[in-house]
């Protein structure tokens, strides 16, 4: 069974202060690994979708990166409004369009 | 354009009435999911519609039926809900196959059974 497990639950920040969230994944082949931002009411937003061990892809303050077991969403210098939940999901090869979510880190970044 | 839009984004019912929530995205893609998402949780999938034919249902309880029209658009049909399924709605739709699968989520339709 495919498992996704995020780590901090939680992370809080002074603005400027740079951090990671891990993202560690147990899964029979992947397919791709997805990031998305999740702010309170709203639907997921789709940050970075990551393919191959190695891989890196970075938008404004975020860059996420692959390894073979876990992925990382570094965020440098934050902003108050980078604040969100943070969601990582799978998808396994023969998945057939499922995708196994995260529980998210849940990130404040204080001014 | 990655964008997918849902309609209404706020559903209050009670346990006798029908409704339905509306899903459109003009991507060209050919999947579309329904999820399920209570506060603090991830969001839980529910229906999978690939080139317009149910292609995953996640044992729902029949009082959710879905239905997808053409490619382009998918239904929620709601029937004597109970409060439990009080929860955002959200829809969500990608290519098939290939290199290309992002799954793109809608706004989200917040439901409220009484």
């Known amino acids: 069974e495919d498992q996704v497990t995020q780590s901090p639950e939680a992370l809080r920040l002074q603005e400027g202060e740079s951090s990671s969230l891990n993202c560690s994944y147990t899964?029979?082949?992947?397919?791709?690994l997805f990031w998305y931002r999740q702010d309170p009411g709203k639907g997921p937003e789709f940050l970075f979708t990551l393919y191959s061990a190695g891989e890196e892809k970075e938008k404004e303050r975020l860059k996420a990166t692959l390894t073979k077991k876990e992925s990382f969403l570094h965020i440098t210098a934050p902003k108050p409004e980078d604040s969100a939940t943070y969601l990582c999901a799978v998808r396994a090869s023969g998945g057939y369009q499922k995708v196994t979510f995260g529980t998210g880190t849940k990130l404040q970044v204080i001014p | 354009d990655t964008e997918v839009t849902q309609t209404p984004k706020h559903l209050v019912m009670g346990m006798t009435n029908k409704k339905s929530l509306k899903c459109e995205q003009h991507?060209?893609?050919?999947?579309m999911y329904w999820y399920k998402q209570k506060a603090k949780k991830p969001p839980e999938l529910m229906f999978v519609?690939?080139?317009?034919?149910?292609?995953i249902n996640e044992s729902v309880p029949s009082r959710f039926s879905p239905e997808c029209p053409n490619s382009s658009l998918l239904n929620l049909h709601l029937h004597a809900l109970q409060p439990e399924d009080s929860a955002l709605y959200l829809c969500?739709?990608?290519?098939?196959?290939?290199?290309?699968?992002?799954?793109?989520f809608g706004p989200g339709t917040r439901l409220t059974v009484l």
């Open positions: 969500a739709s990608s290519q098939v196959g290939g290199r290309t699968d992002t799954q793109y």
């Open positions: 519609y690939s080139y317009e034919k149910l292609s």
């Open positions: 899964v029979s082949g992947l397919r791709g």
């Open positions: 991507m060209g893609h050919r999947a």
